[in-house]
């Protein structure tokens, strides 16, 4: 979920691997992360398809990205939390 944008876990793991994906390309040819949009993928999720339509999509992706990464714990996760650290 990313405010009132709700997206199935799968998409988002998905989402994630694109993302991940376009980290290996050539770094002088790579657009900054906080720019960049996998709209052009392919293999986007369709339900992502809405979001392409936005200004602030590239930033949508960065966090919806950012919340299926494997290392954070659910309570981390949680914006509400006050950390497990």
């Known amino acids: 979920q990313d405010g009132d944008l709700k997206f199935p876990l799968e998409s988002v793991k998905k989402l ?4 991940d994906g376009n980290r290996n390309l050539n770094p002088r040819m790579m657009v900054p992360m906080a720019s960049y949009s996998p709209c052009q ?3 986007l999720p369709e339900e992502f398809r809405p979001v392409c339509k936005r200004e602030d999509a590239p930033m949508i992706f960065r966090r919806l990205s950012l919340a299926a990464e494997d290392d954070l714990c659910e309570i981390c996760a949680n914006a509400a939390c006050a950390g497990c650290f």
């Open 16 to 19: 994630k691997e694109l993302m």
């Open 41 to 43: 993928e392919k293999h």
